[in-house]
């Protein structure tokens, strides 16, 4: 009797994981929300669990479910397209002979949309952080103040970060998909910053690793004044970071794997930010020579 309820319990719990995998991709955009919320277990120390069940906040609607079938189905066929055309939907001769190319520009605020900010205030901090177009609608402006003070839980050590992040490429019915940076070997980024430093990371997601996204992260230290300045970045000067810390200055980033990019600010020095980016591109610079930009010590 025991190993008949063990084997019945084995095959339900089987049975929801089969299912989950097999139609998060396609009632993705309709239970996305509902369904990260219900494998989510992160809550702020201090806050009251939400005694509300996520189902109840899912829309059920069968007009909204054709229209999504629809959208889903569209994105599958331009995909296919770019997918029988070449890599990225370029002719081979094309990509292969690509020097630069333009990742993100800012010039509506669908271009905006692109991106999300967050700080320090989803742990209970009282950062603040702002993204808006600039001045003729000619680049993102990223502003706002940095407060370091630790939110009083009990819990949390440390406090005072602002960042803004790409949001991640998804293919149709919700399938998780990458950028593909292998035929370059530099980040270009044209910005006007206020002197402050901010790290550039990387975030990728590799074949063989025992992290769910290796981050990758570089110190971009901004000039600050009126003008302009257009920074080249190989990808040899990204380091293997965890919470802000060098884990590991060898390890190459895995270009072909690049699950989004973002910037973060986190100094330790309190008051206002403003940062102003007009592009982020890659460039495949062919008279960069540099293997590994950091020294390096061989062990006795």
């Not at 960042?163 to 950028?179: E, I």
């Not at 270009?188 to 990387?202: A, F, K, Q, S, T």
């Amino acid at each position: 009797m025991a190993l008949t309820v063990t084997l019945l319990n084995s095959a339900y719990l089987c049975g929801r994981c089969c299912s989950h995998k097999v139609l998060h991709p396609l009632l993705g955009p309709l239970l996305n929300d509902s369904i990260s919320k219900l494998y989510s277990s992160y809550r702020r120390p201090g806050s009251q669990p939400e005694k509300k069940p996520s189902w109840e906040n899912t829309d059920f609607s069968f007009k909204k479910g054709i229209n999504v079938l629809k959208t889903q189905l569209s994105m599958l066929k331009e995909e296919t397209k770019d997918y029988l055309i070449g890599p990225g939907g370029y002719p081979l001769s094309q990509y292969l002979l690509e020097q630069t190319k333009v990742l993100w520009e800012f010039r509506s605020q669908e271009d905006l949309n692109k991106w999300v900010i967050s700080s320090d205030v989803e742990i209970g901090g009282k950062s603040e952080v702002y993204l808006k177009l600039g001045r003729n609608n000619q680049a993102a402006l990223l502003y706002g103040t940095l407060n370091t003070e630790v939110p009083r839980d009990g819990e949390t050590k440390y406090s005072g970060y602002c960042s803004m992040r790409a949001k991640p490429p998804v293919g149709s019915f919700a399938r998780k998909k990458y950028y593909d940076w292998s035929n370059f070997n530099s980040l270009y980024l044209r910005v006007r910053g206020d002197g402050r430093p901010w790290m550039v990371n990387i975030y990728t997601d590799p074949y063989f690793s025992h992290q769910k996204d290796d981050l990758y992260s570089y110190f971009m230290f901004t000039r600050g004044g009126p003008y302009w300045e257009e920074i080249k970045i190989p990808f040899s000067k990204f380091f293997l970071s965890s919470r802000g810390r060098v884990q590991d200055q060898q390890h190459p980033v895995w270009l072909d794997k690049i699950s989004t990019l973002g910037f973060t600010i986190g100094d330790k020095v309190d008051g206002p930010f403003q940062l102003e980016i007009d592009f982020i591109g890659l460039l495949n610079d062919r008279a960069h020579t540099e293997e590994f930009a950091y020294e390096t010590y061989e062990k006795v």
